[in-house]
């Protein structure tokens, strides 16, 4: 098996209170570098929770998360904030692209606490653009575009710095089933392509898109199958 | 980074490099501090009117009363600072006025530097517009006495018309103060005019334009020594002596003046040096800049609270934003950062067009007043960095909000 780019050792997650919440529940989890991962459960199961700690958002109670080898714990917000940039690309549910911007200044911005140079940037920003099939909108506002385009512009903007880990939440969750799967396409492409990519949802049917997907129930691992064989 | 960001690890298989740090030059910093404010035009637009009102209050008000001096110093420079005013002081021993002896004016004539003398002396007469105006109408102008050279040695100027004659023709003449003139209603324009001086008809030749070192003059009457001397028994004794030397020596003449003016009461003498007043009173400022620059801090203070206030619901409206940034590798710091450039942009260009205005009405005041235009460049430069300060300091605290944000809760959809 290929290289770890994300691990859960034993983890659990408390959010405090009297008494705490647990949201996570001994989780053990192991992401390899080209798999594709689908995190399904219904509302309250612990995704959300799980997607923060995935994306170094949030820290464990106690276990030991691992991305692309770093270990969270003991990380400062510099720290945190370097492994966001350097190894993860987020992918929201309601895209959350920045409306002053173009789109291709959108992608851009995803480069620009890396240091990169301006112009290399743009250059970037648009193989990352004609990637996701839209080399055509680059200079279009995000109210110019359609919901799909919007995610599209999402996925290029979380792919551009070439992360170890893309980490989808809800990618269609605000999209019409057609462009929903036009989106699942292109998640199919990128994976295809090698792409390492985490999605988060609820729905079972975009879930099997997924050759592997993980069940979430409570915040515990309920069920895990690969190719349709149960793990 | 010096320092590996996880603990050495026993499987050193797995042990990664470090992350190299997030950055953020101040270039991309300032480019995201002006792309903020585009996104938000109006409202930026409308925030930056309060910093430029107190910036341009302040710049107005500093520049104005530095051309107000400027004009002051200039009007010194072209008359001159080498005048003394030499005036009878108190009695020793009783409130009543002291009088100048008449033969002061030509011992100090004789005195060495000086180069010119003239005295006026008031006469106890009045002067009215008509014989039909009441004798107590006098409408504050007093009836002066005058030497010939008085107006040369005052390096003093004519409105209109002409200086006293040495010779009278018709009627007697007479030479109005600027304040005088239009006071009693003369204008020379609409032909020869006569004023009422005692008892007798006195043609008006000549009107004094302002004499800003004998201010006295400006609402007086002035009628020549002769004259006074034949239609009302002047007796010769002044009560203003103007006194002009060469500048280098004017305080060796005025430790003698009064000792020459009256060698035997000495002390009963006042001798004055009227630049010196007009410099004083121009150095100071009065309480009107005072309140004016007052005014515009004020106006400063509440653009700042309006810049602070303008942020705080930005930092709330953009929530999306700083999850986004923060997930793409921004530090808090970075965030801090944005929104402090924001702030300071904002401030910036409110503090600029402030400065543009203030400059703009100065110069405005100051050519409408003939002034020489005096616009100081620390009075600007101080402007523009009194907007930063405030900019600054508004910005902090919204700043720092957005920076405390968690990015987890940031980019859940609301």
Same mark, same amino acid.
């Given at each position: 098996?290929? $290289? ?6 034993? @983890? ?8 705490? +919440? ?8 192991? @992401? ?9 459960? !219904? ?16 820290? !464990? ?61 743009? =250059? ?19 109210? %110019? ?47 295809? =392509? ?38 | 980074?010096?320092?590996?960001? &996880? ?18 030059? #101040? ?6 501090? @002006? ?5 938000? $035009? ?14 341009? /209050? ?37 409130? =009543? ?5 008449? =033969? ?17 002396? %008031? ?21 002066? /006495? ?31 103060? +600027?304040?005088? /003139? ?20 006195? /043609? ?33 004794? #002044? *009560?203003? &002596? ?29 001798? *004055? $040096? ?44 953009? $929530?999306?934003?700083?999850? &986004? ?87 859940? !959809?609301?």
């Amino acid at each position: 098996m290929s $290289r770890p780019v994300l691990e859960f050792v034993d @983890v659990i997650h408390e959010y405090p209170g009297s008494p705490p +919440v647990r949201a996570l529940d001994h989780v053990t989890l192991t @992401v390899s570098a080209g798999e594709w991962v689908a995190i399904v459960g !219904p509302s309250g199961s612990g995704k959300s929770t799980l997607l923060n700690l995935m994306g170094a958002l949030d820290q !464990p109670t106690t276990g030991t998360v691992r991305i692309d080898g770093h270990d969270l714990a003991g990380l400062d917000d510099e720290q945190l904030s370097a492994l966001r940039g350097r190894a993860l690309g987020f992918v929201f549910q309601s895209f959350h692209l920045l409306a002053g911007m173009t789109a291709l200044e959108n992608v851009a911005t995803a480069l620009v606490y890396r240091g990169v140079p301006a112009a290399e940037r743009r =250059e970037r920003a648009a193989a990352a653009m004609s990637r996701v099939g839209l080399g055509h909108r680059i200079g279009h506002r995000p109210a %110019q575009l359609s919901g799909g385009e919007s995610q599209r512009v999402a996925i290029a903007r979380a792919l551009v710095g070439a992360p170890s880990l893309v980490l989808a939440d809800e990618p269609t969750g605000n999209l019409d089933s057609r462009t929903g799967e036009e989106i699942m396409g292109l998640f199919q492409e990128l994976h295809r =392509e090698g792409t390492t990519l985490v999605l988060i949802t609820h729905d079972q049917g975009i879930a099997a898109a997924a050759p592997r997907r993980v069940g979430i129930r409570d915040g515990k691992i309920v069920v895990s199958t690969r190719d349709g064989v149960t793990v | 980074m010096t320092a590996p960001l &996880v603990a050495p690890s026993t499987d050193e298989s797995r042990s990664p490099a470090p992350v190299p740090r997030s950055v953020l030059t #101040p270039r991309d910093a300032l480019a995201l501090g @002006v792309q903020g404010l585009r996104g938000r $035009r109006g409202r930026a637009l409308l925030t930056s009117v309060g910093i430029a009102i107190g910036i341009a /209050a302040i710049v107005a008000v500093i520049g104005i009363s530095a051309s107000s001096k400027a004009n002051v110093l200039a009007v010194l420079d072209r008359l001159g600072t080498n005048y003394l005013t030499i005036t009878p002081g108190q009695t020793l021993g009783s409130d =009543e006025q002291a009088q100048l002896p008449p =033969e002061s004016v030509g011992r100090l004539s004789l005195l060495d530097h000086v180069q010119s003398v003239a005295a006026t002396a %008031q006469l106890g007469v009045t002067v009215r517009r008509t014989d039909v105006v009441p004798a107590t109408n006098t409408k504050g102008t007093v009836v002066l /006495a005058a030497e010939p050279d008085l107006l040369s040695t005052l390096n003093g100027r004519l409105r209109g018309g002409r200086w006293l004659d040495a010779t009278p023709r018709d009627y007697p003449t007479v030479v109005l103060g +600027v304040t005088a /003139a239009s006071r009693q209603g003369v204008d020379l324009s609409a032909g020869g005019q006569l004023v009422w001086i005692g008892d007798q008809w006195f /043609a008006v030749v000549g009107i004094l334009d302002e004499m800003p070192l004998a201010p006295e003059l400006d609402n007086a009457a002035l009628i020549s020594t002769a004259v006074a001397t034949q239609k009302f028994g002047y007796q010769g004794s #002044p *009560t203003t &002596v103007y006194l002009r030397t060469s500048p280098a020596d004017i305080n060796g003449v005025r430790d003698v003046a009064a000792a020459t003016a009256d060698p035997v009461s000495p002390q009963e003498v006042d001798v *004055t $040096r009227p630049s010196d007043a007009i410099e004083a009173r121009a150095a100071t400022d009065s309480a009107f800049t005072t309140l004016l620059l007052g005014l515009g801090g004020v106006a400063l203070l509440v653009g700042g609270v309006g810049i602070a206030n303008v942020m705080v619901i930005s930092v709330l409206e953009r $929530r999306g934003e700083i999850g &986004v940034r923060r997930a793409l590798g921004a530090t808090r710091r970075h965030i801090r950062t944005q929104f402090l450039v924001e702030a300071l942009v904002q401030a910036a260009l409110g503090g600029l067009a402030g400065v543009l205005l203030g400059g703009a009405i100065t110069v405005g005041y100051g050519l409408s007043m003939g002034w020489p235009i005096d616009l100081p460049v620390v009075g600007l430069a101080g402007g523009i960095l009194a907007a930063l300060v405030v900019g600054g300091v508004a910005g902090l605290y919204p700043a720092s909000r957005a920076a405390r944000l968690e990015p987890a809760q940031a980019v859940r !959809p609301s």
